[in-house]
């Protein structure tokens, strides 16, 4: 299988009146299609950065990103960021409207969409009336409406109670196998990390670096409830726990 | 509906009848203790005027063919004034917001304009612009304008920074962020700005109606003065307080439409 994207040596450097800070020094990784990798690390380690630099809205980075000119990314937040004036299904198109993307396919994708999830009797409604789980979803659904061929996820469901935070990302994990979307997602969640994807990295505290990378191999690629039960899950947990642990003594 | 909820909303009802009521009492009792004190000659009918006196004068007005001419005259010059203010404070604004480094010059610029009593413009502006409705609405602009461009200025950059973020992964324009994001995430600034300005352009109007002008509330108001009858200046203050809760409660109106989903 062809690497969708690989990243050579990035580095970044933030400046501030104090001083220089080195944010992240040379990290390199490749993802396969269809690949799920997390990436993990202490907070403020730059791996919102990181993520920034991948989705090109940072360009001022050393080291070299290869990837297809035509790859689409979408970027999906720890904030749902529904804008409140509008109706959940203007913000669920706003990304195809800002793209122009905005046709009869596109359209029924969305609309597929909101019965995936069960919120088409709330498509007139506004995001204030909806809770922070649906208000995720409709943010998911924003995310995934333009087709993107590499999602990036920086910390979507954070914000979330636990019990939407588990249902949340089971739906997410289930529509992306089910697409065979290639995802990055970054989390400080370990139990999330193990159970949403095929590999995890493990960065060190600023300037980060990393730290380990480790090849989760589960039978079960149906659900994470399923994965959460395997055999190795927590032994899994405990090497990922170690390396976090390390650097933070 | 349950009997409860009938209840709630029973009481509710009632609650706002309540306020109503004591509102009218409110007025109604200062009338007739304005009215009895001075006909007790215990506060001087000369100085304070009366409701009695107050109405006439109005009848009288009215007669003569002035006083809704007055009222016409103060009301285009607020519409005027405070049209171009929002509009000019909007677009200066969005000049401030697309380019930050002018923004950064010019900051200190608009904190001196803004501390600055305007009043002390007036011989200048009388002057440049003759004793005209030029000088009027000059007058008032140079109160209400800065004001809107800070508030709105300052709602800009309120955006939220999430969204601000999505706009951007999806590659956004600067145009689309501005029409898309930006100015509809500040509606409350701008209508707060509104709030502000309006009350700005009456001051502004006012005081522009002291300096030059030959009709209008605050003419009313300086020729009362000018000829020692004070029914004139009690009439227009009252006018003026009438005006400025009208049109403080169109904007209000104005909010609840279009702010109805946030």
Redesign the interface.
């Known amino acids: 299988m062809n690497n969708l994207l690989e990243i050579n040596n990035i580095s970044k450097n933030y400046h501030t009146k104090n001083g220089e800070i080195e944010a992240i020094k040379n990290i390199s990784f490749k993802i396969k299609k269809g690949e799920i990798i997390s990436i993990v690390g202490p907070s403020g380690c730059g791996k919102s950065t990181l993520l920034s630099i991948i989705?090109e809205?940072d360009h001022d980075y050393f080291g070299k990103i290869i990837k297809d000119n035509n790859l689409k990314?979408?970027?999906m937040?720890?904030?749902d960021?529904l804008?409140?004036?509008l109706t959940i299904y203007e913000n669920a198109i706003?990304?195809l409207?800002?793209?122009k993307r905005l046709d009869n396919e596109t359209l029924d994708y969305v609309n597929y969409l909101f019965d995936f999830y069960n919120l088409s009797e709330f498509k007139e409604s506004?995001p204030?009336n909806l809770s922070g789980g649906m208000r995720q979803r409709v943010a998911l659904i924003r995310t995934l409406a333009?087709k993107p061929d590499l999602l990036l996820l920086d910390e979507p469901f954070s914000a979330l109670d636990q019990q939407s935070r588990l249902l949340i990302s089971d739906d997410v994990y289930k529509i992306v196998k089910k697409e065979k979307k290639t995802v990055i997602l970054v989390t400080h969640n370990i139990e999330e990390a193990v159970s949403f994807s095929d590999r995890v990295i493990v960065l060190s505290k600023r300037p980060s670096q990393i730290k380990n990378i480790i090849n989760i191999n589960f039978t079960n690629q149906e659900s994470i409830y399923e994965r959460r039960k395997e055999k190795y899950y927590h032994q899994y947990f405990d090497t990922i726990w170690k390396d976090l642990d390390i650097n933070e003594s | 509906m349950s009997l409860d909820q009938k209840k709630y909303l029973h009481k509710l009802h009632m609650n706002k009848i309540k306020v109503i009521i004591c509102q009218i009492f409110l007025i109604v009792s200062f009338l007739f203790l304005w009215e009895y004190l001075v006909n007790k000659g215990i506060i001087s009918s000369f100085i304070y005027s009366s409701p009695s006196r107050v109405i006439k004068t109005i009848k009288e007005l009215i007669e003569s063919h002035n006083f809704f001419n007055h009222i016409y005259i103060t009301l285009k010059e607020v519409f005027i004034s405070f049209t171009l203010g929002i509009s000019l404070g909007f677009i200066i604004a969005l000049i401030l917001y697309e380019f930050k480094f002018l923004a950064k010059v010019i900051d200190p610029f608009l904190t001196m304009l803004n501390s600055l009593p305007k009043v002390a413009l007036g011989p200048l502006i009388i002057i440049a612009c003759g004793a005209n409705i030029k000088s009027i609405i000059l007058m008032a602009l140079l109160i209400n304008l800065i004001v809107s461009i800070i508030t709105i200025y300052n709602g800009f950059l309120g955006t939220?920074e999430?969204?601000l973020?999505?706009?951007?992964?999806?590659?956004?324009s600067r145009f689309?962020i501005l029409t898309?994001?930006v100015i509809?995430?500040s509606?409350q600034t701008i209508i707060a700005s509104f709030k502000l300005g309006i009350a700005q352009t009456l001051i502004g109007v006012i005081m522009g109606e002291f300096l030059v002008s030959k009709e209008g509330i605050g003419y009313l108001i300086v020729y009362g003065k000018q000829v020692f009858n004070l029914n004139y200046v009690m009439t227009g203050i009252i006018l003026l307080g009438i005006i400025s809760y009208i049109l403080y409660k169109l904007i209000i109106i104005l909010e609840n439409k279009l702010l109805k989903?946030?």
């Open positions: 989705s809205l990314i979408a970027y937040l720890q904030s960021a804008l409140p004036w706003l990304g409207k800002i793209k506004y204030k333009l | 939220d999430y969204i973020k999505l706009f951007k992964t999806l590659g956004a689309q898309k994001l509809p995430s509606y989903h946030l």
